[in-house]
């Protein structure tokens, strides 16, 4: 029987820095048929493996579409993921996955898309923005709104500013607190949506960041009556082994790893703002 | 042909020997360090000879019973979850090469066909979900499968239940219904074997024995009946899931932040609890590692860890985890609840904090204290 | 790793302690010269090679702090490495030798003494890390060996490696060690106590006494509780938690407690503070 646990040998491919503790990393399977039958979707992550340390769950934010690049953003947050960050290309690492289930992107066709992001370098969000620009005709309005700490953690300018570029696209960018120069907002994420001219039941609301956020955004759209089913988040939980045995991502009854990391929020009401739970 | 047939105690080898020569390693329930255990089984005086169980909240003491017989017993410290899924084990192993790549290698788990004497209805229940857990999911569990498929089962119905059990409120017992090749019914004058399997039946031809008659059936069926009867402890009435979770604030937990030992006795002894932790172990060279699988449990505070941040932070929080999904979440998940009333985490809590206790107040509803 | 690349640089240190958790590193035995062959051990009294001011990757202290001298070595140590790991008791918790802490130590060695001048002896022993920066704790009397070994490995490979705090019961139940407090009624310290020995004592049927020091979160008093309730004296209860890691809360604030409800002992020593 095939050991589902067992990573298979990558390679780097490419590296980019894209700040001090934020970089990329393109990786290939050596395996050249388990590289050309990798597939996944916008959402799904991979578990990354370095000898002798644990796994990691890092989310893939390359584009489905380009079936040979799988490309992971990470953020340097402890020991595994800074020594991914010392990796070179040509490095050998062990890699695993796609795994969960991703964005509802099939099912989110035809509708506004509300997309809000709290924190900086929020990978499933921007690897969810890129897919669905370039399938822009399938989406109505796209309306992505960004917030950040200080205004000093906001990064990849550049995109952002190209997305504003796009028809139909509004970009929305605020930081809690802001130097001068700071060119956009300040405050919540929350304060945009008054402005938001949205129908909400054609409207799909698709979220990442911190679950204090997400709550904030969560009630502002139940308010404005989006249906719970079309609210949208990625969950940050402890996905260790990713295949549903191990039951460190509980959440309620759902195991983050397979049932998710992206739910609805009908599928979490019972557990939603609850510490601890 | 599925009748009933006796075999008399003092031939209780011969089904040891007869399992043998169908090619088992045998297993089966004997005392050591103070408790009943399973180990290595080649002859039957290695089993409890009239030794019974008392068990109470925190305590398990092995007295003399007043027969001799060998399963006069209700449960000992582990249910048969070891067996299959193991304590600790190797998952897979790596190795860097000189030239910096990497290999990976399937770990081979060496089986021999088993043969357990002694499995109790509430272990079968458990292990049923440990089979949906491990084997039915997108990914089966190759060292779980290899290992539960060289398992041959041969139950015991009890007829006697320990002050901690409760199988009746949650339906698993005290009669084995499915999942075992053969099961036992102990008489004082020897044992009621039936099969359930074509394998169990050869085993019950090769023996050569009569059929058990009508009164010894009764009597069996009274000594189960009689099992069922001595259980104290209940269930609120389920289902549960709905309930625990709508409880999540309730003031109950709170107290189970001072009580609990947060130690996760309760979860390793529990038949059906299945979090694992998986840890990496490096060779001497540093350069192959062995990626192992432990026993873990939802009470340790790793548990929930991410980056910097414990979900479950409080004690209160991760029994809080604990009971409603063993008795409430796990209605979603596996079709029914988590808990097969075996009562072990009752038993070996070791300050005898009481399951049953907690959900009646839980599921009452909110109360002010 | 690359044999053409230096090899990491380890230092063994001795403070205030017995020596044994030196020697739970001997102990390894073949697998210790298995290690050294993959780094240099440039200072390691016990074992021959003196080098106390050496630049190392990694130094291993034990022991605790009992005099000023001790303190400025130290600091010098901190300087001249790149992670500091404390092994054992005395390291990471002040040893048993702290129980002079709740003491006036100063009458003590008036007492034992003739001339008590000559020695430098601070008011109290004190855990490494209360004076440096330390990066990992190991815990134990003695330390195990096999678990030095380990984090050795993972720092040689890079990673930070994450030290198991949970309770020693979980270690029992893997290895399939039937609980000595349910099934004989033990005064067992294992829920409260950090994993890490490999259930030694459980294993042969002791109760385990807390040499690896507090488990993560250990809820001591629940514990403390059930044992009086067992019939277990106040003053029992105080010596069980005031004892290799008397110094580790939460054993020193409960302990405490317990020993303020204790009896007099009237052959307790004199000038407990």
């Known amino acids: 029987m095939n050991n ?53 769950p890092i989310s893939i934010v390359s584009d489905p579409d380009d079936v040979h690049i799988i490309d992971h953003t990470i953020r340097k947050v402890g020991s595994v993921t800074s020594n991914l960050g010392r990796l070179q290309v040509g490095d050998r690492l062990g890699l695993r996955g796609p795994y969960g289930r991703g964005w509802p992107v099939v099912d989110a066709e035809n509708t506004d898309l509300v997309i809000v992001t709290g924190g900086l370098g929020c990978a499933p969000s921007v690897s969810l923005i890129e897919y669905v620009l370039r399938r822009q005709a399938r989406y109505g309005r796209i309306h992505i709104i960004q917030g950040v700490k200080h205004s000093s953690d ?67 759209m139940q308010q404005r009556a989006v249906p719970g089913k079309r609210i949208w988040f990625s969950m940050e939980r402890n996905m260790h082994c990713a295949l549903g045995s191990c039951g460190r991502c509980q959440l309620g009854a759902k195991f983050v790893c397979k049932d998710g990391p992206v739910f609805n929020y009908d599928e979490l009401a019972p557990y939603w703002g609850h510490k601890g739970v | ?78 249910a048969i979850k070891p067996m299959t899924f193991v304590a600790r084990e190797t998952l897979w192993q790596s190795e860097r090469l000189p030239d910096g790549s990497l290999t990976f290698h399937e770990t081979l788990v060496k089986t021999r066909p088993t043969a357990i004497i002694g499995v109790r209805a509430c272990d079968l229940a458990a292990l049923s979900i440990h089979d949906h857990h491990f084997m039915r999911g997108a990914h089966p569990d190759p060292l779980y499968s290899q290992r539960r498929q060289s398992l041959f089962l ?9 002050a901690t059990c409760f199988c009746t409120a949650t339906g698993d017992g005290p009669r084995a219904r499915s999942g075992y090749d053969l099961a036992l019914s102990e ?41 069922a009867k001595q259980q104290q402890r209940i269930l609120p009435v389920g289902p549960l899931q709905e309930k625990l979770v709508s409880a999540v604030e309730h003031p109950r937990w709170q107290t189970l932040n001072d009580r609990c030992l947060s130690c996760g006795n309760c979860t390793a002894v529990c038949p059906t609890c299945f979090c694992q932790t998986h840890v990496d172990e490096i060779s001497l060279d540093g350069q192959q590692t062995s990626h192992i699988r432990q026993w873990e449990s939802c009470f340790n505070p790793d548990h929930s860890h991410i980056h ?29 609840s988590g808990c097969v009333g075996c009562g072990r985490c009752i038993t070996w809590c070791p300050v005898g904090i009481d399951v049953t206790e907690e959900l009646a107040v839980l599921c009452k509803g909110l109360v002010n204290e | 790793m690359n044999n053409a690349l230096p090899k990491p640089r380890v230092a063994v240190h001795k403070f205030s302690s017995c ?72 390291a990471t918790a002040g040893g048993i030798q702290a129980l002079r802490n709740m003491h006036d130590s100063g009458e003590w060695l008036a007492g034992i003494y ?33 678990q030095v070994l380990a984090v050795t490995r993972a720092l040689l490979v890079g990673h930070m490696p994450h030290v198991d705090q949970n309770a020693v019961c979980m270690e029992c139940k893997r290895q399939h060690v039937v609980c000595v407090m349910v099934s004989q009624g033990k005064p067992c310290m294992g829920p409260v106590t950090q994993t890490g020995c490999g259930a030694i004592c459980p294993k042969m049927q002791r109760d385990c006494y807390a040499c690896f020091g507090p488990a993560i979160q250990a809820n001591v008093s629940a514990l403390s509780t059930h044992f009086a309730a067992n019939g277990m004296l106040a003053r029992e209860i105080a010596q069980r938690l005031l004892f290799i890691n008397n110094q580790a809360e939460p054993f020193l604030g409960s302990g405490i407690q317990w020993q303020s409800q204790a009896a007099p002992n009237p052959t307790s020593s004199p000038g407990i503070k």
Request: with cysteine; aromatic share 10%; charged share 25%.
């Open chain 2, 154 to 162: 041969i139950a015991v119905h009890c007829m006697r239940s320990a």
């Open chain 2, 1 to 78: 042909m599925n009748r009933q047939r006796f075999l008399p105690g003092e031939r209780f080898q011969s089904l040891i020997d007869q399992l043998k020569s169908a090619g088992y390693d045998v297993v089966g329930p004997q005392v050591r360090d103070h408790a009943i255990v399973f180990d290595a089984l080649a002859k039957v005086d290695q089993l409890p000879i009239g030794i019974t169980d008392e068990q109470a909240p925190g305590r398990y003491r092995l007295e003399k019973s007043e027969s001799r017989r060998c399963f006069d017993w209700a449960t000992g410290a582990q």
């Open chain 3, 19 to 90: 020596d044994g958790c030196q020697l739970a590193f001997l102990n390894l035995g073949e697998r210790l010269l298995s290690l050294a062959e993959t780094v240099d051990i440039l200072h390691f009294a016990e074992a021959g090679p003196i080098d106390e001011g050496a630049m190392v990757d990694i130094a291993f202290v034990e022991g605790s702090v009992a005099t000023s001298r001790d303190a400025e070595r130290l600091k010098r140590i901190r300087e001249n490495s790149r992670y500091v790991i404390t092994i054992g008791a005395c």
């Open chain 2, 308 to 336: 910097g941040i414990v979900i479950r932070s409080e004690r209160a929080h991760r029994y809080r985890q604990w009971l409603t999904h063993k008795f409430g979440t796990w209605e979603e998940q596996f079709g029914r």
């Open chain 3, 114 to 146: 003739a001339q008590p001048g000559y020695l430098d002896l601070l008011p109290e022993s004190s855990p490494i890390a209360r004076i440096i920066k330390v990066d990992l704790e190991l815990w134990g009397c003695p330390v195990n060996g096999e």
């Open chain 1, 4 to 56: 589902p646990f067992m990573p298979h040998e990558a390679e780097v491919i490419a590296r980019h820095d894209e700040t001090a503790d934020l970089f990329s990393l393109q990786l290939r399977f050596t395996d050249p048929l388990i590289h050309s039958q990798y597939r996944f979707v916008p959402g799904q992550f991979n578990m990354l493996y370095l000898p002798g340390m644990s796994e990691v």
């Open chain 1, 154 to 220: 906001f990064i990849w300018r550049e995109r952002y500013d190209l997305w504003r570029q796009y028809p139909n696209v509004e970009v929305w960018l605020t930081a809690d607190t802001g130097d001068t120069l700071w060119p956009e907002r300040l405050g919540p994420v929350t304060q945009f949506f008054d402005q938001l001219d949205i129908d909400p039941k054609q409207t799909s609301v698709m979220m990442c960041g911190p679950e204090g956020m997400m709550k904030a955004v969560v009630h502002d």
């Open chain 2, 187 to 227: 008489l004082d004058e020897g044992f009621i074997l039936e099969a359930h399997t074509g394998r169990g039946l050869d085993i019950i031809v090769q023996l050569g024995i009569d059929e058990a008659t009508v009164e010894q059936i009764e009597r069996a069926d009274a000594g189960i009946g009689q099992a």
